[in-house]
C-alpha cells in the first residue's frame, strides 16, 4: 500500500541532476596556490585531481583552490611534488 507522499515520485530519482554549467576557473580571480593548481591539472576540474592525490573531498579541494580556506600541509605538498617531485630513497 502506498502512502500519498510517495504517489508522485513514482519512476523519478531522489537525485538532483548535475550541474549544466560548469565553473570556469580561467575567468575567476583565483589567489596564487589555485593558479598553480589550475596550471597544474586543467582548468576544467582542478579540485578533482587535489582531492585525490591527497585523499580529501573534492569540495574541500575547491575550497583550497579558491582560497576560501588555506591549503593543508598535504595540499601544498602534493603541489610542490608535481612541481618538483621528492626523491624517494
Do not use: H
Request: aromatic content about 8%; proline content about 9%.
Amino acid at each position: 500500500m502506498r502512502s500519498e507522499s510517495s504517489a508522485g515520485n513514482v519512476g523519478f530519482s531522489r537525485r538532483t541532476p548535475g550541474n549544466l554549467f560548469p565553473r570556469n576557473f580561467g575567468r575567476e580571480n583565483l589567489p596564487p596556490f589555485g593558479r598553480v593548481c589550475v596550471a597544474l591539472w586543467g582548468i576544467d576540474k582542478p579540485g578533482v585531481a587535489l582531492a585525490q592525490i591527497i585523499g580529501k573531498t573534492e569540495r574541500v579541494a575547491n575550497l583550497y583552490i579558491t582560497g576560501k580556506t588555506p591549503p593543508s600541509y598535504e595540499a601544498l605538498m602534493a603541489v610542490l611534488d608535481e612541481l618538483r617531485p621528492r626523491k624517494r630513497i
